[in-house]
């Protein structure tokens, strides 16, 4: 369980650190939140408050939502509406990880 826990954190810090490189002047308000989002999963990971399922289901989302945001910025920049929909979904990810991560579930 350990290893599926360690992959799936690793990949999803990878998947920030290739959205932090690839436009730098919109990943400061789009990346900075992912890497935050990404250090509260590191975090109940550490502390044992996200079992291994939950911690893949969250990696899961945050990659899904890093591949939609390469596709919105092949055309170049990112429109107010596309950053609306990316905010909407990092919000949904957001409550995700707090439910999650205090739902009495230990690992």
Same mark, same amino acid.
């Given at each position: *369980?350990?290893?599926? %826990?360690?992959?799936?954190?690793? =990949? $999803?810090?990878?998947? !920030? =650190? @290739?959205?932090?490189?690839? #436009?730098?002047?919109? /990943? $400061? &308000?789009?990346?900075?939140?992912?890497?935050?989002?990404?250090?509260?999963?590191? @975090?109940?990971?550490?502390?044992?408050?996200? %079992? /291994?399922? +939950? %911690?893949?289901?969250?990696? %899961?989302?945050?990659?899904? =939502?890093? &591949? @939609? !945001?390469?596709? *919105?910025?092949?055309?170049? +920049? =990112?429109?107010? &509406?596309?950053?609306?929909?990316? +905010?909407?979904?990092?919000?949904?990810?957001?409550? $995700?990880?707090?439910?999650?991560?205090?739902?009495?579930? #230990?690992?």
């Amino acid at each position: *369980m350990k290893r599926k %826990t360690s992959y799936a954190f690793v =990949l $999803g810090s990878a998947a !920030v =650190l @290739s959205l932090a490189f690839a #436009a730098p002047a919109e /990943a $400061g &308000r789009i990346g900075g939140r992912q890497e935050r989002q990404q250090q509260r999963i590191a @975090s109940g990971v550490a502390s044992g408050r996200l %079992t /291994a399922r +939950e %911690t893949a289901r969250l990696e %899961t989302r945050e990659a899904a =939502l890093n &591949r @939609s !945001v390469r596709r *919105m910025r092949s055309d170049g +920049e =990112l429109t107010g &509406r596309e950053r609306f929909r990316i +905010e909407k979904r990092q919000d949904r990810i957001s409550h $995700g990880i707090y439910r999650q991560k205090h739902d009495g579930q #230990a690992r």
